[in-house]
Antibody, heavy 121, light 107 residues
Framework: EVQLLESGGGLVQPGGSLRLSCAASGFTFGNYAMTWVRQAPGKGLEWVSTISGGGDGTFYADSVKGRFTISRDNSENTLFLQMNSLRAEDTAIYYC??????????????WGQGTLVTVSS | DIQMTQSPSSLSASVGDRVTITCRASQGISNYVAWYQKKPGKVPKVLIYAASTLQSGVPSRFSGSGSGTDFTLTISSLQPEDVATYYCQKYNSVPLTFGPGTKVDIK
């Protein structure tokens, strides 16, 4: 059974940093690109960042480029999101999501429960 | 970047009604569209991928169609458990943009 478990969320001041983790199990982690998606309070879903299975390809939304860094440790089956220079508008539930099957870019077939990040003074 | 729009933004229908949600891409994206269901406090769930392929385990009352720029999600007979917000998403290339969502509730 595929399981994704996020952690690391919390309250942080504007300008601060936070590191999110997503522990994966139930599939061959290194074979799949992984993604972070967020949902701000009362807003829709927003794609944040994707990393290739091997970790050599990383992609970011313009809203987080230069501030967030996605990475992964395939030996530990864990995905990360390092968030720096946080802003109030980064307040959201952050979900990690697994790529669906197939080649090229894909939809997301499994999602974690999410971790809440609140940026406020 | 390619933009995704959805219509309507919300709708209210009776149990048993046929419900149709439209998603439009600002440029052609072949069939690289997925549809997700999001209930408050719950995790997003993929319903349809490749525009018309039903994800395993999803009830057959859900269906998808379209190609190029225009896509549709249809619920053939609305059920109380279908109350949710529905999002389309493009995945032909980054950014993997979601539509703004369509909120569905029961009349």
């Amino acid at each position: 059974e595929v399981q994704l478990l996020e952690s690391g969320g919390g309250l942080v001041q504007p300008g601060g940093s936070l590191r999110l983790s997503c522990a994966a199990s139930g599939f061959t982690f290194g074979n799949y690109a992984m993604t972070w998606v967020r949902q701000a309070p009362g807003k829709g879903l927003e794609w944040v960042s994707t990393i290739s299975g091997g970790g050599d390809g990383t992609f970011y939304a313009d809203s987080v480029k230069g501030r967030f860094t996605i990475s992964r440790d395939n030996s530990e089956n864990t995905l990360f999101l390092q968030m720096n220079s946080l802003r109030a508008e980064d307040t959201a539930i952050y979900y990690c999501a697994k790529r669906g099957d197939g080649s090229g870019w894909s939809y997301f077939d499994y999602w974690g429960q999410g971790t809440l990040v609140t940026v406020s003074s | 970047d390619i933009q995704m729009t959805q219509s309507p933004s919300s709708l209210s229908a009776s149990v048993g009604d046929r419900v149709t949600i439209t998603c439009r891409a600002s440029q052609g994206i072949s069939n690289y569209v997925a549809w997700y269901q999001k209930k408050p406090g719950k995790v997003p769930k993929v319903l349809i991928y490749a525009a018309s392929t039903l994800q395993s385990g999803v009830p057959s009352r859900f269906s998808g169609s379209g190609s190029g720029t225009d896509f549709t999600l249809t619920i053939s007979s609305l059920q109380p458990e279908d109350v949710a917000t529905y999002y389309c998403q493009k995945y032909n290339s980054v950014p993997l943009t979601f539509g703004p969502g369509t909120k569905v509730d029961i009349k």
